[in-house]
């Protein structure tokens, strides 16, 4: 597959700030893009998709922007809190050679929520 | 509450030994998949299988082989360990036309020595 890649290896934010993790890709064909969030000991937890048809997309605390143009993904975490601290990973969705989908995963940003 | 288990949380091996790892999922999901996560290179797919007894290789199979006889069941195979199979194994599943959205087990940490 094609690389995913993160900007920032480490974030460091202030509990109550809001959180911008980014990503940039480079598959054209992406149908879906992905964040997960991984918590020390765990596997990683879906958090939020967005289609490749879209530019935005809002969860619970949490915003994804997509933009094409540039081919660059964003996860914006509202009001962050300790609970928030993790590995936070982007993906694509992009098909194999096979004609089925497979994730593709980018090697992900330490968020760090200071107290 | 989804559950995905794996057999070992941690497993030291020997080189040259043949290494099982096991993978359950309760959600009755159609797809599981296998991958390693090591430091600075995210997860990478090793196998995935859509279907019993089905199965596809991702972008690392090499050294690897699986095996899903169940539909709640998918191992992972080390036909002979060697220390650069050392790493962190996830085992995920996910609904047939929901594979983006993966439910990941808690990993095993495997050392080859």
């Known amino acids: 597959g094609e690389s995913v890649g993160l900007h920032l290896p480490t974030l460091s934010v202030q509990e109550g700030d809001n959180s911008i993790i980014n990503c940039a890709y480079s598959?054209?064909?992406?149908?879906?893009f992905i964040w997960y969030k991984q918590e020390s000991g765990k596997g990683p937890q879906f958090i939020i998709d967005?289609?490749?048809?879209?530019d935005k997309r809002q969860g619970q605390r949490v915003t994804v922007l997509l933009n094409k143009t540039v081919k660059h993904l964003s996860l914006q975490i509202a009001a962050t809190q300790p609970g928030d601290s993790a590995v936070y990973f982007c993906?694509?969705?992009?098909?194999?050679?096979?004609?089925?989908?497979?994730?593709?995963f980018g090697s992900g940003t330490r968020l760090q929520v200071q107290p | 509450d989804v559950k995905v288990t794996q057999s070992s949380r941690y497993l030291v091996k020997r080189t040259g030994e043949k290494v099982f790892l096991e993978c359950v999922q309760d959600?009755?999901?159609?797809?599981m998949f296998w991958y390693r996560q090591d430091p600075g290179l995210g997860l990478r797919l090793i196998y995935f299988?859509?279907?019993?007894?089905?199965?596809e290789k991702g972008d690392i199979p090499e050294g690897y082989s699986v095996s899903r006889e169940k539909k709640e069941r998918f191992s992972l195979i080390l036909e002979s360990a060697s220390t650069n199979q050392t790493s962190m194994y996830l085992c995920?599943?996910?609904?047939?036309?929901?594979?983006?959205?993966?439910?990941f087990g808690p990993g095993t940490r495997l050392t080859v020595t």
């Open positions: 959600m009755d999901h159609e797809n």
């Open positions: 299988s859509y279907d019993v007894k089905m199965k």
């Open positions: 598959n054209s064909a992406s149908d879906y």
């Open positions: 967005i289609r490749s048809n879209m």
């Open positions: 993906a694509e969705n992009s098909f194999m050679d096979t004609g089925r989908r497979a994730l593709t």
């Open positions: 995920a599943s996910s609904l047939l036309d929901r594979d983006y959205e993966q439910y």
